[in-house]
């Protein structure tokens, strides 16, 4: 585990290079902001501990960020996540919840939520397939645009409740899953 002095911490490979957390890593502060850049084809993975900071942004030029099964864990107010390779992915577990700032991923972007999700309004997640959860009985709240060529699955855990604020789901096939909630 660490933690970084003052409220930024930055970490960019060079093309090809990957990135692996092993462990958990801190940025305190009410504008703290932790950044991960795998250039190129690189990759960010994880193999224990959480990324905890006010905003936290994952980015891939065009590797993929967390893997099925291992996903990324969070814990921000803020995040985002961006890659853009065609077989690209993205798998992240935020604990905290908190807002979804615009994000991408070439192939799958799959986000499951410990708690309340809202996406940020003016802000939109494009993937070919884009899949949103809760766990729980928390809320998905769609103030955005979502993107998703193929399909596009929002499932609140429990009695959660999906709604919209604003934004369009606009996919091949899109649903709403809700165990017990509207």
Do not use: W
């Amino acid at each position: 585990a660490s933690s970084a002095a003052g409220t930024r911490f930055d970490l960019t490979t060079g093309a090809g290079g990957s990135i692996d957390i092993a462990g958990g890593v801190t940025v305190a502060g009410g504008a703290a902001q932790l950044n991960l850049t795998a250039g190129g084809a690189g990759n960010i993975t994880r193999s224990a501990g959480t990324l905890t900071s006010n905003t936290v942004t994952l980015a891939s030029t065009t590797g993929s960020i967390g893997t099925v099964g291992a996903n990324v864990i969070t814990e921000a107010s803020t995040l985002a996540a961006n890659t853009g390779g065609a077989a690209s992915n993205v798998f992240i577990t935020e604990l905290t919840g908190g807002t979804l700032n615009s994000s991408t991923a070439g192939d799958t972007f799959s986000l499951l939520v410990g708690s309340n999700f809202t996406s940020t309004n003016a802000s939109a997640i494009v993937a070919p397939n884009i899949i949103v959860a809760t766990s729980g009985n928390f809320n998905i709240t769609v103030d955005s645009n979502f993107t998703a060529a193929n399909s596009l699955t929002l499932t609140a855990g429990g009695s959660g409740t999906i709604t919209r604020t604003s934004g369009t789901l606009t996919s091949a096939t899109v649903a709403l899953n809700s165990t017990s909630g509207n």
